[in-house]
């Protein structure tokens, strides 16, 4: 394997300039129109049923990407894809929509596995075989030990390193929490040392995602870290539930954050 050499990270969407994007996790095509609406930067498919990655059925796959190309191609659409131990006995892997361009799964009770790199890069090329331009997403939990998970530097030095499968290193890094039990990303994690991930993260090519039960408040603090998405779900649900239905007035209210000077 080789090292992805360092260089400008590629940002999804609309320039870096503009500050944070926002993405919104979306589990059904009425979500994804709310939350287009509402003034979505990106749209992830995942279902909070099944975890903090929980994959969505390919057919809500299918229905969200279809919508998506039809009303809305400039908008990147990422899924989540529930956890690589979820894959490592597959012998057949689903094909993803065209539209997708990018996807992650979660390192949840690889810690102790001493070749996770090498399931990560197999499962990662097996879905790449039927789309090559899919880009991944490494997934670092904040609470790591919680989830059984590598820490974020094994996961960082990995997301770089490329093998004659894939081509190439991962396109970011998106540092999340394993357990939604009203934890917070800052609870593990200040201001201060998300800037430092960022600096780490523009340093080796990624672009870096924040996400972990972030409240309005929250998303105040960490626009100053230089993240360049802002990943939510429960904050832009009603009632802050991420089990509820996405509400187009919660995330113009999120989108407003963002922008504000």
């Known amino acids: ?38 003034g979505a930067d990106i749209l992830d ?6 975890g903090s990655l929980g994959m969505a059925s390919l057919k809500s796959i299918q229905a969200i990407a279809d919508q998506i190309q039809q009303d809305h ?11 690589l131990r979820d894959w490592l006995t597959c012998e057949q892997f689903p094909q993803l929509p065209s539209a997708v361009q990018f996807a992650k799964l979660g390192l949840s009770g690889m810690a102790s596995e001493s070749n996770w790199q090498a399931a990560w890069h197999r499962v990662r090329a097996m879905f790449s075989r039927s789309q090559p331009s899919l880009r991944w997403v490494a997934v670092a939990y904040a609470d790591h030990v919680a ?17 004659e499968k894939l081509n190439a290193g991962c396109a970011g890094l998106l540092i999340d929490t394993f357990t939604k039990a009203g934890a917070s990303l800052l609870d593990y994690y200040s201001v201060a040392g998300l800037q430092d991930i960022a600096e780490r ?13 972030l409240t309005a408040t929250a998303i105040r603090d960490v626009k100053a870290a230089d993240a360049d998405i802002v990943a939510v779900r429960s904050a832009a ?4 539930n991420r ?14 954050i963002l922008r504000e000077k």
């Open 45 to 50: 498919v995942k279902e909070p049923d099944q």
């Open 147 to 163: 989830a059984d998970s590598p820490n974020l530097d094994e996961i960082l030095s990995s997301a770089t390193t490329a093998d």
């Open 237 to 240: 649900c009603r009632n802050g």
């Open 243 to 256: 089990r509820a239905e996405i509400d187009e007035l919660q995330v113009a209210s999120i989108r407003k």
């Open 73 to 83: 191609a400039e908008i990147p659409l990422s899924v989540a894809l529930g956890e």
């Open 1 to 38: 394997m080789i090292s992805q050499p360092a260089g400008r990270y590629r940002f999804p969407g609309e320039r870096r300039s503009m500050g944070s994007r926002l993405l919104v996790s979306v589990r059904s095509v009425e979500e994804a129109v709310r939350a287009v609406t509402g």
């Open 201 to 213: 993260c523009h340093a080796s090519g990624l672009f870096l995602a924040v996400a972990g039960s």
